[in-house]
């Protein structure tokens, strides 16, 4: 039998009150306190408190405060990764970030999703994992969707909302994103 932990990850249907679950949210929203609130510049203990936000980044996490998650442990980053500021990761399921990757201020990564039956959405939730690939670009105040990939060498334009994914190379804008053409070709 599955935890609610191990439902979520996996992205079936889980109880978001469990306490395993509230207790790590908890968790989260204390370190994310010390990072906003506290530090606010990316100081050594800036770095140290990120290090125990996201354990599986890689080198070179940067993050300019205020930064919000839920769990922080479903974040896996490659080198050189820069969030501007007012970025917004919902990790209920993995999110996987390669390296080279930049996102624009209010930048906002949904992994969580709810059903569409009103009596499940009651008490229950799932989530779907987000994959971004190496040398993106996520413009500013977009929004990835859950369960969206974007593929390596991506540029995502400032305000869009992607809904499905983005093959290589491509320059995506709009709501709902659309390709509008190839790079580097």
């Known amino acids: 039998m599955k935890t609610e932990k191990e439902k979520m990850i996996d992205g079936d249907y889980y109880l978001a009150g469990d306490p395993t679950l509230i207790k790590d949210r908890r968790r989260a929203k204390n370190l994310l306190h010390r990072l906003n609130v506290t530090e606010y510049r990316l100081t050594k203990k800036a770095k140290e408190i990120l290090k125990e936000l996201i354990p599986n980044a890689g080198k ?10 839920d769990y922080g442990y479903n974040i896996f980053c490659g080198d050189n990764v820069y ?29 969580a999703t709810h059903p569409l039956d009103a009596e499940l959405r009651k008490t229950l939730e799932n989530a779907l994992p987000i994959t971004i690939g190496d040398d993106c670009w996520i413009g500013g105040n977009s929004v990835i969707c859950p369960g969206v990939t974007i593929e390596k060498g991506c540029v995502i334009g400032a305000g869009s909302v992607v809904t499905k994914n983005i093959p290589d190379n491509s320059l995506a804008v709009g709501n709902p994103a659309k390709v509008i053409r190839k790079l580097n070709q």
């Open 83 to 111: 969030f501007n500021v007012n970025c917004v990761v919902l990790d209920c399921a993995k999110v996987t970030i390669g390296s080279n990757v930049f996102f624009g201020p209010a930048a906002q990564l949904y992994t």
């Open 60 to 69: 070179n996490l940067y993050i300019e405060p205020p930064f919000h998650c």
